[in-house]
């Protein structure tokens, strides 16, 4: 499962050919969609399912173009790969992107035709929520398909995903202090959170909770504002979350932060957080953090909490399995690091290799 890392293909570039970008990661299907009576336009990309379906969630976002769409597309469908391989869970890895279009209205048509590209893939794609759109969303899309997990429980589902990552996310970052200090207690710790949404928030109540001093930042003032009602946290500006002289710094909202600039902003020891697909290029930016010192904790590995909530509705799982599965992000982050540490690569490095091991010895398996 090579991947190309280098990310500074032009958009030129990236618009002339498309199965120069779909080919190198290894993707399995990508599907175009487009709707003109509801103005639906989007992609769904299915990286792998050898372990499983490819499950992961529908967002919509103001792409500046299609290209950026499929980009977008492809990097999060390849996380979900290695997200629900290196859970021990039984899926694969996909994604939908939306391109939305202010024009348009979202209503229950616009939601019921999605659902009906979803079902046109017969299974071999999962939907779910993501950045805008939620629970009831899907309950409408579950109307059209039950390829659809992520459901309020009045329709069955486990309901937010939300509270399960961010008890992940805590989990990856405890572990990550008990790597550098030799103790997990976050006691005193000074942790910058960028993004309060539903995870952001919720990962700050757990931050507060254990005596850490948080900073935090958000391009949503309506979230800040409910952050800063609800905890004693310190807001900042977004474009100086990364210059401020924290022990972490936990993305929570949108990939890429973690780059060349930022890196050289950061005043930080750990990079511990919820967003996915953090680092810009991940054949660079890892090996940086490395000769840096800085300790990275790959998002795929502890921000699964919400995929495994996604498991659980799929093979109606306990809620006890459930939780085992989440509380083993601890452990796993910290096998993660000592791997890293052992054949001196990039703790990404090390995350992707376990994850496509697994995935490597179910195909010999099978065949």
Known sequence: MSVETNEMKTVEKRESNVFGMVEPMNHEQVMFFNDKETGLKGIIAIHNTVLGPSLGGCRIWNYENES??????????????????????????????????????????????????????????????????????????????????????????????????????????????????????????????????????????????SGAKVFVSDINQANLEAVAKAHPVTVVNPNEIYDQDVDIYSPCALGATVNTETIARLKCSIIAGSANNQLADEGVHGHTLLDKGILFAPDFLINAGGVINCYREVHSLSLEKTQELVENIYSRTLDIFRKSKSENIPTQEAAINLAVERIENAKKNRN
Not at 75 to 104: C, D, E, H, Q, Y
Not at 184 to 199: F, I, M, N, T, W
């Open 68 to 209: 950026d769409a499929l980009w977008d597309v492809l990097r999060l469908s390849r996380g979900m790969t290695f997200k629900s391989s290196i859970s021990g869970i039984n899926l694969g890895g996909g994604k939908a992107v939306i391109i939305n279009n202010p024009k348009i209205k979202h209503d229950e048509a616009f939601w019921r035709r999605f659902g009906k590209f979803v079902d046109s893939l017969n299974g071999k794609y999962i939907t779910a929520e993501d950045v805008g759109t939620s629970t009831e969303v899907m309950s409408i899309v579950m109307q059209e398909t039950k390829h659809v997990t992520g459901k309020p429980q009045s329709a069955g589902g486990t309901g937010d995903p939300s509270p399960i990552t961010a008890h992940g996310v805590f989990l990856g970052l405890k572990a990550c202090v008990k790597e550098l200090t030799g103790s997990d207690s976050l006691e005193g710790k000074k942790v910058a959170v960028q993004g309060v949404g539903h995870v952001g928030h919720t990962l700050v109540k757990h931050l507060v909770e």
